[in-house]
C-alpha cells in the first residue's frame, strides 16, 4: 500500500463505490470523503469502515474542501441523480459547471 491520501468529492453512489474499492485495493493509507450531505456522509463512512476492520488497509474520513486541497489525489464524483426520463445530455447540461 502507498503512503497516500485520497480525497473523494462527493459521497453518494459513485463516490462511495469508489472509495470502496480503494479500500479493498489497498491504494491508499487515507481515503477523505467530502459531501454536502453530511449525513449520507457519515453513513458511507460506517459502512466503509466495516470493510476495513478486515484488512485494515486504510483510514476514511469525512473531510472538507481544505482537506482535499491536502490530498495527493483529488476524486470529483459529485453531481445531479438522472431523473426519470431525463437524457444523458440533459443531465450533463444540469451538471455543467460555468466559469
Same mark, same amino acid.
Given at each position: 500500500?502507498? +503512503?497516500s491520501k485520497i480525497a473523494i468529492i462527493g459521497a453518494? /453512489?459513485?463516490g462511495s463505490t469508489t472509495a470502496y474499492a480503494l479500500v479493498l485495493k489497498k491504494i491508499a493509507a487515507e481515503i477523505i470523503l467530502v459531501d454536502i450531505n453530511e449525513t449520507r456522509? +457519515?453513513?458511507?463512512i460506517l459502512d466503509l469502515?466495516?470493510? /476495513?476492520s478486515f484488512n485494515g488497509a486504510s483510514q476514511v474520513r469525512s473531510g472538507?474542501?481544505?482537506?482535499?486541497?491536502?490530498?495527493?489525489?483529488?476524486?470529483i464524483a459529485a453531481g445531479k441523480a438522472q431523473k426519470p426520463g431525463q437524457t444523458r445530455i440533459e443531465l450533463l447540461t444540469a451538471?455543467?459547471?460555468?466559469?
Open positions: 500500500m502507498k +503512503h453518494g /453512489i459513485v456522509c +457519515h453513513g458511507e469502515s466495516d470493510a /476495513i472538507t474542501a481544505q482537506d482535499a486541497a491536502q490530498a495527493d489525489i483529488i476524486i451538471n455543467k459547471i460555468y466559469y
